[in-house]
């Protein structure tokens, strides 16, 4: 028989020779559920069982036995009943098979492939919608949808795990009644039903009576007799569960229990994607952040530097016109004109001296040696120093907590920190208002506030201010703030600027109430000081 008439023929058939597989056309490799090409070249021990090999061995020219019924083992290792028969054909052994299995073995066979494609079409679903759904609920609800249509289940949940809170969590749920939801929302890890999933981390069958009230009643009111909770797991970590409910007896939901584990995979490998994508982005803000403070730092350093050089070269020529001024005014004792400009050289020098100290104390900040020192003693020391003859209009309220403790900071910085605000504050209000200091202690930390009734600082800007030399005063040198929250900072607290209620700038120092650990001190960030 020509092998071309066998290749189109209905009926398997395999050729044998010296107990080796030279041919096998179409319906043998359907039957045997592999290619034809996988058979050529297989010893016949791989193909056939030994009975069937020595039944139909033929010799060369010799009578086909009778046909008979024999196991034919397929490449794979399947078994495949089948009636064959055999006959010699130039130098080769054609063997011709029949499915020798009843129907309903077939009917069995073919619905567990169809079954098997389903559950490998689902995956394959799901695993395309991890990859392509923009964020994870949006998966949780296209996959969800899934995973009701194959398993056939009436409602589906997926709920993570809050390791913070020992709680799961309700993250999205399909067919499932707004009362179940609630009740299910949060289900600490200590309940009955699925939490103990989390715990052993094997997937189980739930009848509704395994749910404590009121979840029981929530879960019955959605039509669920039974749930199957599968977790989601992410190697040997459990990173959810999700929840089926069937109705009627648990043996219809616990046939349905190896599809839905096989279904829960693409959630856990979905979930951890997001997961690590949360962390890389994270990290990426973080180095971000991390960059703009290096840059931050380096050029404050830079400036500091170059202010330093500044100061040092120019106290050194002020000294001079300090002096020179004294020596004119003690020779000349000047009168009229020659006396107005002399007071405004010394207006103007004294100044550019105030300058200089603003730019050597931003650029040689010292480390704060702190010690405990009564708040309220500072604060009026530094309004004594910044506004010792209140002018016309001003009003000054102090707000101070009796019960607040010493608070441990350098005395000397934060005295002149609150002098830079307090400073600040009163050129604010050029026609009057009102300058109130109020301490207050905030849980860990002492509050520190500078109000005034000022234009206030808008928001665009509050950021800006804390910049060195950057001023909205045309005689500004846009340190005062600098050094107000460098000192804040070196202290371990923070200094920011709000709205005040009423109207006005209201700055903040808030100060730990333990000593700080030591911080690096490098250029603040601040608005600006008078000067």
């Not at 409602?155 to 707004?178: K, N």
């Amino acid at each position: 028989m020509s092998r071309d008439r066998l290749d189109e023929a209905p009926i398997p058939a395999i050729a044998l020779r010296d107990d080796v597989v030279t041919y096998a056309n179409r319906a043998a490799g359907a039957l045997l559920g592999t290619e034809p090409a996988a058979l050529v070249g297989q010893p016949a021990a791989r193909v056939l069982a030994a009975e069937a090999r020595d039944a139909l061995r033929v010799p060369a020219g010799g009578a086909a036995p009778r046909a008979l019924a024999s196991a034919v083992i397929a490449a794979g290792g399947r078994r495949v009943e089948v009636e064959a028969s055999a006959f010699a054909h130039g130098g080769e052994t054609v063997v011709l098979l029949r499915d020798a299995r009843t129907p309903g073995e077939l009917a069995a066979r073919r619905a567990d492939l169809e079954a098997g494609d389903a559950e490998l079409a689902a995956r394959n679903r799901l695993v395309d919608l991890a990859a392509t759904a923009p964020d994870l609920p949006e998966f949780f609800a296209r996959g969800l949808e899934v995973v009701r249509e194959v398993a056939g289940c009436r409602g589906v949940g997926v709920w993570l795990l809050d390791e913070a809170r020992g709680e799961l969590v309700l993250h999205r749920s399909l067919g499932v009644t707004p009362q179940a939801d609630a009740a299910h929302a949060r289900v600490p890890l200590d309940s009955a039903g699925t939490a103990s999933v989390v715990r052993s981390g094997a997937p189980s069958v739930f009848p509704v009576d395994a749910f404590r009230e009121p979840t029981r009643s929530m879960v019955a009111a959605a039509g669920f007799d039974t749930v199957v909770s599968v977790p989601l797991r992410v190697r040997s970590r459990v990173v959810g569960v999700m929840n089926a409910g069937f109705g009627g007896p648990p043996d219809v939901a616990a046939a349905r229990l190896p599809l839905l584990v096989k279904l829960a995979g693409p959630f856990a490998a979905a979930v951890e994607t997001q997961r690590l994508f949360d962390d890389l982005r994270r990290s990426y803000a973080e180095l971000e952040r991390a960059q703009r403070k290096l840059v931050q730092r380096e050029r404050l350093a830079a400036i500091g530097e170059v202010s330093a050089v500044i100061a040092h070269e120019v106290r050194n020529p002020l000294a001079v016109v300090f002096n020179s001024l004294g020596s004119l005014q003690r020779i000349l004792r000047p009168q009229g004109d020659v006396r107005l400009l002399l007071d405004v050289i010394q207006e103007e020098a004294d100044r550019l001296n105030r300058t200089v100290g603003d730019l050597l104390d931003f650029a040689r900040p010292s480390e704060p040696s702190p010690r405990p020192e009564p708040l309220e003693r500072l604060v009026d020391e530094a309004l004594g120093a910044a506004v010792a003859q209140p002018p016309e209009g001003l009003a000054i309220r102090r707000e101070h907590d009796p019960a607040l403790p010493a608070v441990p900071v350098d005395g000397r910085q934060l005295r002149q920190a609150l002098v830079n605000l307090l400073v600040n504050a009163v050129q604010a209000m050029p026609r009057g208002g009102t300058l109130s200091v109020r301490t207050a202690r905030d849980g860990a930390h002492v509050r520190l506030e500078v109000c005034d009734t000022g234009p206030g600082v808008p928001e665009g800007m509050r950021q800006r201010v804390f910049e060195p030399f950057y001023s909205t005063k045309a005689t500004g040198t846009g340190l005062g703030l600098a050094v107000v929250r460098r000192i804040a900072e070196s202290h371990g607290g923070s200094a920011e600027v709000l709205d005040a209620p009423g109207g006005g700038a209201r700055f903040v120092l808030r100060l730990p109430l333990e000593p700080a650990p030591p911080v690096e001190i490098g250029g603040g960030v601040g608005s600006d000081r008078p000067g």
